[in-house]
């Protein structure tokens, strides 16, 4: 995102008016929308809710109770969670169009649908006890996501909806945060259907991410650089970058680019009359000691706690001078996995190594030609992953 300032500020020295890099193209309306009124804009039924966590954090929770096909029965209708990944939001599951966004398409299939948020991102950036200017509001990982934010939304769901189980889709880091939970927390596992994990990353060994160019940075001076609280939010400028610079006819590749930098490519798959409400959404933030986390991850090659830095700290978050490594044999919740053979993130030789360690694995499927991002955008995904997650529901349907 940040090698498109030259570009920006170029735009904004010549004058939008002039018409310099080629005319605009139309906006969609849903850019400057929030997560419920992109759901009202395409005709479904939406509420909103927040979730309050054990330890304060506020996180807006979204619900599609119903879809449009067969809507005059609205019934009990069985739940589906999605759970986005790394600084995005729950925005992912419906920045396509209906047809070809998995939050509407599970509706339409007679799903009762839920769409979370991880704390410190656009939706979820409050605590009832700290401010977010506070450096104690940005002391989390994906631990914390993992043992306070999915169970504390999960026990929000199951209540409102009065139903014991569900099903959990689960993105990149969602799927990361799930393996935690369903892990570690025996009660938690026995509410999930099934796991549907798109894109799973567990180790980080192999990555070929922008991930792998910050563990060159060492942590003192990734602090200085980045600051102790939050990494990469979503503000005015990516705003201007969706609406003034990437609907652009001409600057639509390299915008494209900047998205596919980090998480691998595949510019045939990606619907371009979109990408201003991907751009104006993402990315949604996060903390940057989650991103320390993930840099850690990827120097030791392990599937950890976050290290606080010393075996004095370390004592007082886990009673032992080293972060406990996850079990992930320990999962026996049934799992499916969709995983992509050019994905930068979560690289098939660390899906390799994850798949033997699923003990209840019933599916996979590696799409050689699939990146990162393909599993929430692409134009194909309806028929490479969406229609299989929606037909394995169906036999599971109660």
């Known amino acids: 995102m940040w090698s498109l300032l ?13 018409g310099f890099f080629g005319k605009l193209n139309p906006i969609s309306p ?15 039924p939406s509420e909103e809710y927040e979730v309050v966590t054990e330890d304060g954090y506020i996180l807006g929770v979204n619900r599609i109770p119903y879809g449009k096909k067969n809507s005059e029965n609205r019934g009990q209708r069985p739940v589906v969670f ?29 799903y009762d649908v839920w769409l979370g948020n991880s704390r410190g991102n656009t939706w979820a950036r409050r605590n009832l006890y700290y401010s977010p200017d506070s450096v104690e509001f940005w002391a989390f990982s994906f631990d914390e996501m993992a043992k306070y934010d999915l169970p504390s939304t999960i026990d929000f769901i199951v209540n409102k909806t009065g139903q014991k189980k569900l099903h959990y889709v689960g993105h990149s880091q969602g799927t990361t945060i799930g393996f935690i939970a369903f892990s570690t927390n025996p009660k938690l596992a026995e509410r999930i259907k099934t796991f549907y994990a798109l894109a799973p990353v567990a180790t980080v060994k192999y990555t070929k991410s922008l991930l792998n160019k910050l563990t060159l940075i060492p942590t003192f001076l990734f602090k200085i650089i980045f600051g102790n609280k939050i990494f990469y939010p979503h503000n005015y400028f990516d705003q201007f970058l969706a609406t003034e610079v990437c609907s652009r006819q001409t600057l639509d590749l390299l915008c494209s680019n900047a998205l596919f930098i980090i998480c691998g490519f595949d510019h045939k798959n990606l619907n371009m009359s ?34 606080w830095g010393s075996p004095v700290q370390n004592m007082m978050h886990y009673d032992q001078p080293t972060p406990p490594y996850y079990n992930l044999t320990a999962m026996n919740v049934p799992i499916a996995v969709w995983s992509g053979g050019n994905d930068w993130l979560a690289d098939p030789q660390d899906v390799d190594n994850l798949l033997p360690k699923l003990s209840n694995l019933i599916y996979h499927k590696k799409i050689s030609f699939y990146n990162h991002l393909d599993f929430i955008w692409a134009m194909d995904a309806p028929q490479e992953v969406y229609s299989e997650i929606v037909s394995m529901m169906a036999k599971d349907k109660k």
Do not use: C
């Not at 849903?30 to 479904?44: A, D, L, P, R």
């Open 6 to 18: 030259t570009v920006a500020s170029l735009i904004s020295t010549l004058g939008t008016t002039h």
């Open 30 to 44: 849903e850019v400057t929308m929030n997560i419920s009124q992109m759901i009202s804009y395409w005709g479904y």
């Open 82 to 110: 999605l759970q986005h990944g790394l600084l995005a939001s729950a925005t992912n599951w419906i920045s396509n169009l209906p047809n070809n966004s998995l939050g509407f398409i599970l509706a339409d299939a007679g």
């Open 274 to 307: 979109r990408l201003d409400v991907y751009l104006s959404h993402n990315p949604a933030g996060t903390s940057v000691q989650n991103i320390l986390h993930w840099t850690q991850a990827v120097e030791s090659g392990k599937f950890q706690a976050f290290n």
